[in-house]
């Protein structure tokens, strides 16, 4: 005869043999991943002025590209660059950048760790006092000999 303890053993082997068997799909058990391609969409409705104002922008669209090949295929013809097509209105013409003088670039001093209001000279790679100078301020070192030795305050 089968003990009450050998039953209760078999039970809790199925029990656990049967949880460790996967579950098919569309069972209650774990489903496939979803295809984000195959989600069904819920189309989007469109008050009619919405409806008007898409249309419109769309055929503003097609209009543009067409006079851009257009453009493109009549100088592809003559050989020459394509000029950008005139689309209504006065088009505005870019002018060339204006002369400036260039400032000389000057190197940055770095602020030495512990110690506000001092940096390091990127010259010389001393410590100099900039206490009170605003940050970017060109200044120089009194104590390097070479005038052209500028930096920037960080």
Not at 67 to 73: N, T
Request: proline residues 16%; hydrophobic residues 30%.
């Amino acid at each position: 005869m089968i003990s009450l303890k050998r039953i209760s053993g078999l039970a809790a082997v199925s029990l656990l043999f049967v949880s460790c068997a996967p579950f098919p799909p569309g069972n209650g058990g774990p489903q496939a991943p979803i295809d984000p391609n195959k989600v069904p969409v819920a189309p989007q409705v469109l008050t009619p002025q919405e409806a008007a104002e898409a249309k419109a922008a769309a055929d503003r669209k097609r209009v543009r590209d067409q006079k851009r090949r257009d453009a493109a295929a009549a100088a592809k013809a003559k050989g020459s660059d394509p000029e950008p097509p005139k689309i209504g209105g006065n088009p505005t013409i870019p002018k060339p950048p204006t002369p400036t003088t260039t400032k000389p670039k000057y190197r940055t001093a770095v602020k030495i760790p512990g110690k506000p209001g001092y940096v390091y000279n990127p010259w010389t790679n001393k410590a100099v006092d900039v206490r009170g100078i605003p940050s970017g301020e060109l200044v120089r070192d009194p104590q390097d000999s070479n005038p052209d030795h500028k930096f920037r305050v960080p």
